[in-house]
């Protein structure tokens, strides 16, 4: 149990790799906060949170939006308010809009960016000085394989998860010398979430060209990130940690 005790509080839990990820937490002994934004959600965290809490561990949920601020003081203020800390923050949630660069609305360009580093730019921007005032804090920053070698047709995707890691390692050298570490991890293809909205036809083209052979599971996320969070890691940040059965060796 190498996280008991800690609180971490997991953006777009609700779904997919962030249910894993949560799960892990959990498993390590973590007291995990489930975000959530909209309806559809709301069952789901709620789910997720008495599966815990009937595994013995001790979760809550908290909605916002993590592209707004006030949703995100929001959700800070309720982890602070019900645990009166935060150790541990993953920045999971996460969506993309696809299209050519030729096609591609630069509506949904920026809204993309907003959710992808927008986003994570204000959960770090609000969560920092409650990490500072403790002298501890972890947080992993959910990017993609698509950041390291492009994907077409994803521009806005790709683009924004790149920037999170020139975000993550200037915030990792900002606070390296206050007790935070900052990590990234760069997931490949994962059997959860985002890769069940995609045509099999495509899943089926990408397995070849996976070393392993196979997706991933949300689990292997959450394995990662228990691991940036815990002791082991504490001379590790500014790191980029792919889990992606070699997709992008
Ligand atoms: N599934 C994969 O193969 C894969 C691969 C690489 C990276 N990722 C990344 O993993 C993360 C989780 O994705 P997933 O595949 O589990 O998909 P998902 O759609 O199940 O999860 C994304 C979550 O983010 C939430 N979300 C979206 N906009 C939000 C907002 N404005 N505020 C708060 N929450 C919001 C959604 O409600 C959802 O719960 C994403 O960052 C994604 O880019 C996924």
Not at 14 to 36: D, F, P, Q, R, T
Request: charged content about 20%; glycine content about 12%; hydrophobic content about 40%.
């Amino acid at each position: 149990m190498e996280l008991l005790g800690k609180v971490a509080l997991v953006t777009g839990g609700a779904s997919g790799i962030g249910v894993g990820i949560c799960k892990k937490l959990a498993e390590k002994g973590a007291k995990v906060v489930v975000n959530y934004v909209g309806e559809t959600y709301e069952e789901k965290a709620k789910s997720l949170v008495q599966e815990l809490r009937g595994s013995g561990n001790d979760a809550i949920w908290t909605s916002g939006d993590v592209t707004k601020q006030t949703h995100v003081e929001h959700m800070i203020n309720s982890t602070i308010d019900h645990y009166g800390k935060l150790d541990i923050l993953v920045n999971n949630a996460g969506i993309t809009i696809d299209g050519l660069t030729q096609n591609l609305g630069v509506e949904d360009f920026s809204k993309v960016l907003s959710v992808n580093l927008v986003g994570p730019f204000l959960t770090m921007k609000l969560a920092l000085p409650h990490m500072i005032a403790n002298k501890f804090g972890r947080i992993i920053n959910i990017s993609s394989v698509a950041a390291l070698f492009g994907l077409r047709g994803a521009p806005a995707y790709a683009a924004s998860k790149s920037g999170l890691i020139g975000l993550s390692k200037t915030t990792a050298r900002e606070v390296a010398r206050k007790g935070i570490t900052v990590n990234v991890i760069c997931p490949g293809y994962i059997n959860a979430g985002m890769t069940e909205r995609v045509e099999q036809e495509y899943l089926d083209s990408m397995t070849p060209l996976i070393p392993m052979g196979k997706f991933g599971e949300p689990e292997d996320i959450g394995g990662g990130v228990v691991y940036l969070a815990s002791d082991e890691a504490k001379f590790v940040t500014g790191e980029v940690i792919r889990i992606d059965g070699g997709i992008a060796m």
